[in-house]
């Protein structure tokens, strides 16, 4: 009786999931789903690229966190909608979330829509909230390891990021580990190695994302 | 009912966890639970911290991850006593494992046992595994706003360890806001600032933790 409970309750929230997923493709909206380990780099990429692709492409954020809005207050600035999702002592967002969130979206004016996922790199990866698309996160501060020990993570990406590459140097990070462990996990997903400090190599991260938008 | 079930759970879970407690007190083993995100440094701390403490207090490692054995292998030439805990996706370590662990261990020459629990902010803190203290590290590349972020973790803290502190000039890491952000949530508890890498500071974390021992 107790997997009879469990079951109806993952099996609601896919249900929820392709709901929000129906309705943002019926908008035109490509949803992205970014997850990462806390302090990966996701709200700064999300200021460097948001402007970065207007005119064209117009974005709006759901943001999610345990608590503060202090991640919504740094995209406040960037003429893009943002709304705070504060997820208490939840570990990851629901799709149930989601679908509260888009409400206060006008969806018609919105391109993309990225959903910034509580850090985690464990929870978020067990739910579809109804994303056409996950971008992982990976710091080289968290080491060359992390690939390894999560690989659940990196199996569902569409793009995986290598973060704060400034300081691969005077930390000897090790690209061939990273590249060694996910071509056993996932060898489809491009790895595009960036740094939004210095600005090298956000640019095949705009140009992957304009790619998506327009398919 | 659905309320009776996952009451029973937790409880089942407490109760667990204070029989590892009252084992390791009754074999004068002292168990510090090690939680942050992941690649905070815990490992390479334990590396360190295991044989400073050494030859008057003696270690044992139990080190949890979803996959592999690296940092087992990390622990292996240190001399101490180190069981791998294998979660596969689970997202923190329970007091059914440490229970399993403590079984791999000769608990009577041992004087200090470290869990280093799953690299994750949020689920970890909501589980009591049986241990006498929390130390909580938060690594400076994971920014200056994780104390507010995730106030759960850091509220039940012993000691809280800033690590990674040789980058945070070159990062430009506010301390402040995390004292000031910290004031709020646990005042009793010492923030340790260290670097594993060039040792600055860690002398202190080791002062502190024989006198955990000794008491």
């Known amino acids: 009786m107790r997997i009879d409970v469990v079951k109806s309750v993952l099996e609601a929230s896919d249900t929820l999931a392709q709901e929000n997923r129906d309705r943002l493709t019926a908008a035109g909206v490509l949803a992205i789903n970014i997850m990462s380990a806390p302090g990966s780099g996701k709200t700064t990429l999300l200021q460097k690229t948001i402007p970065a692709l207007l005119p064209g492409c117009r974005s709006a954020v759901l943001v999610g966190d345990l608590q503060t809005t202090r991640d919504a207050e740094r995209l406040g ?88 590459t400034d300081l691969a140097e005077l930390l000897e990070y090790d690209r061939d580990q990273v590249r060694q462990d996910l071509s056993q996990i996932n060898s489809v997903a491009p790895l595009m190695e960036l740094s939004s400090k210095t600005g090298e ?12 938008v327009t398919r």
Request: with cysteine; hydrophobic share 45%; charged share 20%.
């Open 77 to 164: 600035d960037l003429g893009a909608p943002v709304v705070q999702i504060n997820t208490g002592k939840g570990c990851h967002l629901s799709p149930a979330e989601i679908a509260e969130g888009i409400k206060h979206l006008d969806l018609d004016a919105i391109d993309v829509l990225f959903i910034e996922n509580v850090g985690n790199m464990v929870c978020p990866a067990a739910f579809d909230l109804g994303e056409h698309a996950r971008v992982i996160l990976l710091s080289t501060p968290e080491g060359d390891d992390k690939v390894a020990k999560y690989p659940t993570l990196f199996q569902g990406a569409a793009a995986i990021l290598l973060t704060k």
């Open 201 to 212: 190599g956000v640019d095949a991260w705009f140009a992957w994302l304009r790619e998506q």
